[in-house]
């Protein structure tokens, strides 16, 4: 079929629409998966920096814990291995005064919940059941072994701020009670914070810091910063168990920030983005690579299901139809793997098989009217009857063979009066039904106009202009055309475009020699010579088309004039050695012969039309 070539194919189309929207898909999975990743990157750097930040403030809780603990039992049980300091007030101030870096307080309480000794004179007979804070460490008279409580305000003054402990008495006759003043307490911290996060790391380059209340660092990862003051005070917390997150330049480094409160510290961890990020990019290459990967087998896969089921189809359908446009309307469709491509294969077939049918009645239809042309055509043909064939006078043959049903090869012979004969050959310019009827009005014409006793030059010049006349086709006719004198043997001819007649029977045949006139009907107003030629008595004229002389053999090679003249010659003298009655029949029968013996592998391509005249 046609194709234009800026055109692209449909498979192309296909592939390049699905290439964009699966790479479109493609970037915006990306950027989804990647705006996804980086908030839960963000997320997790915040709960990984929050979980850092909650164990160093427990890690520090603990810290003290276990020192009060051990400071308790410790207490406890030297109070058990020395009982007679078990009523002594002064040695219970002598002991903390000893311990006084931690220890504050001292109480012994009885199994009653009274205190019945304290390095605190004022709090002997304190009733620990009176107040809240002092009755949670009633536990240890129903069992407990230990409590500790955080820092508040005790029961006696709750202006004072204390960590209170105890243990009980292993006899079960009470428990000591241990407190630790928030002055203590502080002295501790800021003994101990420091060491509780040197060298500590979130990561490899994250920190931590420990700030007091005055906004001042006591603590970090990297002693180098100690000392300094946190201007960007926004990130601290504003209340006890409070994380608060942010993301500001910590230390020269663009980091993710969490801090709390506790007990009057603030514990602050920070996570550099970069590092956070290094993990984040790692997946970001890996989730860009499976997915180009996805791509790449997801495309494939479609490209390859779309050439399967549609592009090879397509193409299939295609072959099949240019097969059909170039005339091969033996061609099937078959494309049958899909119900769509296989109900158009069967409507091509079904429209080839109904053009094939068409095309068979409109051939039988125009073979038809051919050979019902070709009836007509031969009937208007003059018949070679006795009276030519046998005339004591002259004699005279002709015959025609059409390469088609219908040709545009003619001759035509009749006598004007009983001393003049004419005789014409004509070759119209094209074959088929419009050349028979072209030939059949340039016959009527020119008989016409010799019956009118025209010259043969005024007939041959009115009929090219009537000719010329009408002449939508564009054809032209080759004519040779004469008026023989039978007294004389005298022929007075026009030679319009036709081929060189060959005169023979007496010496050998030799063309004869013509001025050669433009064809009749190819220009309105054209000049034709009248010609003549002597025939003697026993000499033949032989008139014949192109088809004759252009005939050719398998190789390309033509007929020819000499083969013509040899034939001519070596049938004559044939003819004449046998005494043949019909001679001009058999000169014709024998050229025509000759000829589809010289080209019997190719096929008949033009008219074939001869006429021999013989003078006697």
């Not at 078959?334 to 296989?342: A, K, R």
């Amino acid at each position: 079929m046609f194709r234009d070539n800026s055109t692209k194919k449909v498979g192309t189309i296909i592939k390049r629409w699905l290439f964009i929207v699966i790479f479109a898909a493609f970037v915006i999975s990306i950027a989804g998966i990647i705006a996804v990743q980086s908030f839960y990157q963000q997320l997790y750097s915040f709960s990984l920096i929050e979980e850092g930040v909650k164990d160093v403030s427990e890690d520090v809780d603990q810290t003290f814990s276990d020192l009060l603990y051990d400071y308790t039992h410790d207490f406890t049980e030297l109070i058990e291995d020395n009982k007679s300091y078990m009523k002594d007030p002064a040695w219970l101030s002598d002991l903390v005064d000893m311990n006084s870096a931690f220890v504050s307080e001292i109480n012994i309480v009885d199994n009653q919940g009274f205190i019945t000794n304290s390095s605190m004179p004022e709090y002997i007979g304190w009733d620990m059941n009176s107040e809240e804070q002092s009755a949670e460490f009633m536990c240890l008279l129903n069992g407990r072994e230990y409590y500790e409580q955080d820092m508040r305000g005790n029961a006696y003054d709750e202006s004072i701020q204390m960590v209170y402990a105890g243990a009980r008495f292993s006899d079960g006759s009470g428990f000591l009670q241990l407190g630790i003043s928030k002055e203590n307490y502080i002295s501790y911290l800021q003994d101990t914070l420091a060491s509780e996060v040197r060298n500590r790391r979130i990561g490899v380059k994250g920190m931590y810091v420990i700030v007091d209340s005055d906004h001042r660092i006591i603590g970090s990862t990297d002693d180098a910063f100690n000392g300094h003051t946190v201007v960007r005070t926004e990130i601290l917390a504003n209340r006890e168990g409070e994380f608060r997150r942010s993301r500001i330049n910590l230390f020269d480094q663009d980091c993710y920030v969490v801090s709390t409160l506790k007990n009057g510290y603030y514990f602050v961890g920070g996570f550099p983005v970069s590092e956070a990020g290094h993990f984040g990019r790692i997946d970001k290459i890996l989730i860009i690579t499976v997915n180009i990967l996805m791509l790449l087998c997801i495309f494939g896969i479609l490209s390859r299901l779309l050439n399967t089921h549609v592009v090879k189809g397509i193409e299939d359908i295609n072959d099949s139809l240019t097969k059909i446009t170039g005339g091969d309307l033996d061609e099937k469709a078959e494309v049958t793997n899909s119900l769509e491509f296989t109900e158009l294969s069967r409507g091509i077939n079904s429209t080839v098989d109904r053009l094939k049918q068409m095309i068979a009645e409109a051939d039988a239809r125009i073979d038809e009217e051919l050979a019902m042309a070709n009836n007509i055509q031969r009937a208007s043909l003059p018949d070679c009857s006795r009276e030519f064939r046998e005339n004591e006078r002259f004699s005279l043959y002709a015959s025609m063979e059409t390469a088609k049903t219908v040709g545009g090869d003619f001759y035509d012979f009749y006598k004007l009066s009983d001393d003049l004969l004419a005789v014409t050959i004509a070759d119209v310019s094209d074959k088929g039904i419009p050349a028979a009827m072209f030939m059949m009005r340039a016959k009527a014409v020119m008989k016409r106009m010799a019956e009118e006793g025209r010259s043969v030059e005024d007939m041959a010049a009115a009929a090219n202009r009537e000719l010329w006349e009408n002449n939508e086709g564009s054809m032209f006719v080759t004519v040779w055309t004469g008026i023989l004198d039978l007294r004389t043997g005298v022929m007075r001819y026009v030679h319009a475009g036709h081929t060189c007649p060959v005169l023979f029977g007496i010496d050998d045949p030799v063309f004869v020699k013509q001025k050669r006139d433009l064809m009749l009907g190819a220009m309105p107003e054209v000049t034709y010579h009248g010609q003549e030629i002597r025939l003697r008595h026993g000499e033949a004229l032989f008139l014949y088309t192109d088809g004759v002389t252009e005939a050719e053999e398998a190789g390309g090679k033509l007929y020819g004039n000499e083969r013509l003249t040899s034939l001519l010659a070596a049938k004559d003298k044939e003819l004449k050695k046998d005494g043949a009655k019909e001679y001009c029949r058999e000169i014709c029968d024998a050229v025509i012969s000759d000829v589809h013996e010289y080209s019997k592998d190719v096929p008949q391509s033009d008219d074939i039309t001869v006429l021999c005249l013989k003078y006697r």
